[in-house]
Structures are given as C-alpha cells and as structure tokens.
C-alpha cells in the first residue's frame, strides 16, 4: 500500500476499542482500556493520533495505528505508538511521530523525549532515524518481561529530513493531518 493512502488524524473518544484491540495485539504488558480512555480524552496534556488506511480487501478506512503524546510545557513525551503487523514498514510509525513533533514545534516545545525497551530494536532504530539519542538506561522499568529502558531524547526538537515531503512535492489532502497540518 502506498503510504500516501494513509490518513494521519486526530482520535476521537469513539475509537477506543480499536484503539484497546490495537494495544493489546501489539504489547506484551498493554496500557489498559481505562488509561486508555484517560489519555483520548480526561487528559489535558495529551495528543492521540490516529494513522487510518484503506482495508487492502474492503477498501474500508480502518485504524491501522496510533499515536499517543503529551506536550508539557516545552516538552513532547512520546507516550505509545502501535502499529498493526499487516501495515508495518510502510512508513507509518514515522509519519505518525513527525506530526507529533510538528505539533510540538508549533507550541513552542524545545525537546523531546521517551522510554523504549532495550530490546525493541525497530523502535529503537525507528527514533534514532528521527534524530532522538540514547541518554541513558532505567533499570527494570518494564515488567512482563522485566527489562530496562532506553531513555531517548531530542533537545533542541527538530524536523528530521524524513517529515518533510520529497523536493518539489505538494502535499496531498490525504497526507495531512486535520488539525496539524502536513505530515
Ligand atoms: C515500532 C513500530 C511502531 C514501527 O512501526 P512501522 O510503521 O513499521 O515503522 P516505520 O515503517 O515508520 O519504520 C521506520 C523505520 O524503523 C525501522 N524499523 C521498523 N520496523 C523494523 C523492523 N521490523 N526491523 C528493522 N527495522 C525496522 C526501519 O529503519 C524503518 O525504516 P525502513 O522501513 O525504511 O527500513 C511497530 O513495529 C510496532 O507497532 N511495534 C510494536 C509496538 C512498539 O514496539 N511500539 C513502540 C514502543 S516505544
């Protein structure tokens, strides 16, 4: 699927059992539906995207990942990004956190940062394309399994070359998210 069918949008409250079903297929020790409902909507920090997709059989729009960030003050914290096996390596992650971080720069954010498992080589291979450094470890943050995390960070928040659309490109309506802008 070309990735310039995905739609990059903001969540609403009524998406979260997809977005429940989404976390737990894709972790072994899930945010539960009550975090999630918080975070779509009890939490005022909080930024849920989600990335839409034409279905390859139906052609239906289904939610084939999403993003969860906060913005505090001046700092993004990426909070939990999933995407759906069958919709992996097409770029969608990425895309998903470059809106973050757009949206960070346009509220004025100065840096960034997040948690990952030691072991989660695509995460961690996916944030260091986006420019985030590994700054230090944290012991046995995660259970089931227990295993550290790598604390990542961005400090200054910037644009990496991949959020920006080839040379010469318009965005597409498709392409953009609705509130934040291209994507
Ligand atoms: C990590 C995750 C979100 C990546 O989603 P994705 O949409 O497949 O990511 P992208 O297509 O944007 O990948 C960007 C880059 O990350 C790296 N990457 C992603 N998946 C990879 C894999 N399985 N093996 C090696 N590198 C990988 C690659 O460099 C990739 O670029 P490339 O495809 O041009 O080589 C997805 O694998 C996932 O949902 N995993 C389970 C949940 C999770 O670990 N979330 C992150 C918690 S911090």
Redo the contacts with the bound molecule.
């Keep these: 699927m070309a990735s310039d069918r995905v739609m990059i949008e903001p969540a609403t409250p009524d998406a979260l059992d997809e977005v429940w079903a989404i976390e737990q297929a ?2 072994s020790a899930p945010w539960t539906r009550k975090m999630l409902a918080a975070e779509l909507s009890g939490n005022p920090f909080a930024h849920f995207l989600l990335a839409k997709c034409p279905d390859p059989l139906s052609e239906a729009l289904v939610i084939a ?1 999403y993003f969860c960030f906060w913005i505090v003050f001046e700092e993004v914290r990426l909070m939990n ?3 759906l096996v069958p ?8 895309r998903l956190v470059c809106a973050a971080l757009r949206t960070g720069l346009e509220r004025g954010a100065n840096r960034a940062m ?1 948690e ?1 498992r030691a072991s ?4 961690l ?2 944030y260091d ?1 986006l420019g985030f450094r590994q700054a230090a470890t944290r012991t046995r943050y995660y259970t089931n399994p227990d295993e550290d995390a790598v604390l990542m960070d961005m400090a200054p928040l910037q644009l990496a070359t991949l959020c920006e659309p080839p040379p010469g490109e318009l965005q597409k309506p498709s392409s953009r998210t609705t509130v934040h802008g291209p994507v």
């Design positions: 894709c972790f990942g990004l999933a995407v919709f992996r390596r097409q770029g969608i992650a990425t997040l990952v989660n080589q695509e995460a291979t996916l394309r």
